[in-house]
Nanobody
């Protein structure tokens, strides 16, 4: 399973940005998808995840500012980020946990990362 992320870029503080990530491959279903981010010198941290049941989970630093959604038919996850701040500057990584149909082993894939830069 390949993950292709898009939507990163340079924005001004206070603006909004939407990231998307599409999963591609054959014969698999998604258990959950989400986003993580990493700034220079910091560990990768959770931004948001969404499960196949629709349960969402947000990192403390983005709660109230972001919304994750999923187009299950297209296996594409979206992350809408509002009121962006310079501290949101990071490389954002898409993540998916998935299974082949008829199998029980859960695989994990990561996207290539997309840079989000918020200027003050």
């Amino acid at each position: 399973v390949q993950l292709q992320a898009s939507g990163g870029g340079l924005v001004q503080a206070g603006e909004s940005l939407t990231l998307s990530c599409a999963a591609s491959g054959r014969g698999f279903r998604i258990n959950d998808m989400g986003w993580y981010r990493q700034s220079p010198g910091k560990e990768r941290e959770l931004v948001a995840t969404i499960t196949s049941e629709g349960t969402t989970n947000y990192g403390v630093s983005v709660q109230g500012f972001s919304r994750i959604s999923m187009d299950w038919a297209k296996k594409t996850v979206f992350l809408q980020m509002n009121s962006l701040r310079p501290e949101d500057t990071a490389v954002y990584y898409c993540n998916a946990r998935w299974m082949y149909y008829g199998r029980s082993y859960v695989h994990e894939s990561w996207g290539q990362g997309t840079q989000v830069t918020v200027s003050s």
